[in-house]
């Protein structure tokens, strides 16, 4: 009965040490699964976070973007309606060039320019003159630096041009805001 009792014994022990193997091996299983579990609730907080910074960082973007397109359209309506008074003026020059004689009568009464009387053979500094004395010579010559800005001209070229066909007070400033507006 040694025999037999030490079977039973041998199969009990080899049972039990199976039976302890696989719950070693459920516990280990159990923790591999909670910690992947972890893992990947580690994973997915750090991706929600990602997603949410690159969510905003889109709103800003279209935000920015938003506010560079008002910009645009604000300095393309400035530009029509510039253009716009550019067309004006040039229909009303045109108009005046036939009648140039009655800018020269009107500008002889004015006592406080006398240094135009004296230049009567001169054909083209006589309209700037006129529309100087007229009281529209900030506005022509507003336009004028503007229409040169506009092609390209560089300020002082304009700056130039304004000083030979302009009496005007301050130069520099009608230049600034030509300059500025047009983005030169």
Excluded: C, W
Aim: charged share 30%; no cysteine.
């Amino acid at each position: 009965m040694s025999e037999a009792s030490g079977r039973p014994s041998a199969a009990a022990s080899a049972a039990e040490k199976v039976r302890a193997i696989l719950e070693a091996a459920e516990q280990s299983a159990a923790e591999l699964r909670a910690e992947a579990a972890e893992e990947i609730d580690a994973q997915l907080e750090r991706a929600q976070g990602v997603a949410a910074r690159l969510s905003e960082r889109a709103d800003q973007i279209e935000r920015s973007l938003q506010g560079l397109a008002d910009s645009v359209r604000e300095e393309l309506s400035a530009l029509k309606a510039d253009l716009e008074e550019l067309r004006a003026v040039s229909e009303g020059v045109g108009e005046r060039r036939p009648a140039a004689p009655e800018p020269a009568a009107a500008a002889e009464p004015v006592p406080a320019e006398p240094e135009p009387a004296p230049d009567p053979p001169a054909a083209e500094p006589a309209p700037a003159a006129a529309a100087s004395s007229s009281g529209d010579g900030h506005e022509g010559a507003r336009v004028i630096a503007l229409n040169m800005a506009l092609n390209g001209s560089p300020r002082d070229e304009t700056a130039r041009y304004l000083d030979e066909n302009f009496e005007l007070e301050d130069p520099d400033a009608l230049l600034d805001e030509v300059y500025a507006r047009v983005g030169s």
